[in-house]
């Protein structure tokens, strides 16, 4: 019964805020975090997807959206290219090692996740103006 209501809850939230999914041939993905629901809603199932990035900027950490992103492969093959998202991505794949590479006001950040296929990373993507930021990951 709690399942049932979770799952209800997950629907209601789906229908009521602007979020984007899909699945490809390679991954799964869920793109969002505008607004206090869509951020909750997106936090309560976070444990779904091995991989959470979020993106953010200044000395607040404000939130950025219409980032473009791309996630290769240990071997260098695409399997995530998104023109536009943010300031929420939470991405399905399996174990392995990622490379993710995002773009803000024409500064570049990338930064490795290796996925063990049993706990969820976070990785936090900000900048501060110059091109030698830090990308944190967070085992959770």
Same mark, same amino acid.
């Given at each position: 019964?709690?399942?049932?209501?979770?799952?209800?809850?997950?629907?209601?939230?789906?229908?009521?805020?602007?979020?984007?999914?899909?699945?490809?041939?390679?991954?799964?993905?869920?793109?969002?975090?505008?607004?206090?629901?869509?951020?909750?809603?997106?936090?309560?199932?976070?444990?779904?997807? +091995?991989?959470? @990035?979020?993106?953010?900027? !200044?000395?607040?950490?404000?939130? #950025?959206? *219409?980032? +473009?992103?791309? @996630?290769?492969?240990?071997? !260098?093959?695409?399997?995530?290219? #998104?023109? *536009?998202?943010?300031?929420?991505?939470?991405?399905?794949?399996?174990?392995?090692?990622?490379?993710?590479?995002?773009?803000?006001?024409?500064?570049?950040?990338?930064?490795?996740?290796?996925?063990?296929?049993?706990?969820?990373?976070?990785?936090?993507?900000?900048?501060?103006?110059?091109?030698?930021?830090?990308?944190?990951?967070?085992?959770?």
């Amino acid at each position: 019964m709690k399942r049932l209501s979770s799952l209800m809850l997950a629907l209601a939230l789906f229908t009521a805020v602007p979020l984007s999914h899909a699945e490809d041939t390679s991954c799964r993905y869920l793109n969002g975090g505008i607004g206090e629901g869509d951020q909750a809603m997106m936090r309560h199932i976070a444990k779904e997807f +091995p991989l959470r @990035i979020e993106f953010s900027e !200044g000395e607040h950490g404000a939130f #950025l959206t *219409d980032i +473009p992103v791309t @996630i290769k492969d240990q071997h !260098g093959k695409v399997v995530l290219n #998104l023109p *536009d998202v943010g300031p929420m991505l939470y991405v399905h794949l399996p174990k392995g090692q990622y490379t993710i590479r995002a773009v803000s006001d024409n500064v570049a950040q990338s930064g490795k996740v290796t996925l063990d296929g049993k706990h969820s990373k976070q990785v936090i993507l900000h900048w501060k103006g110059a091109p030698d930021e830090v990308t944190k990951e967070q085992d959770e």
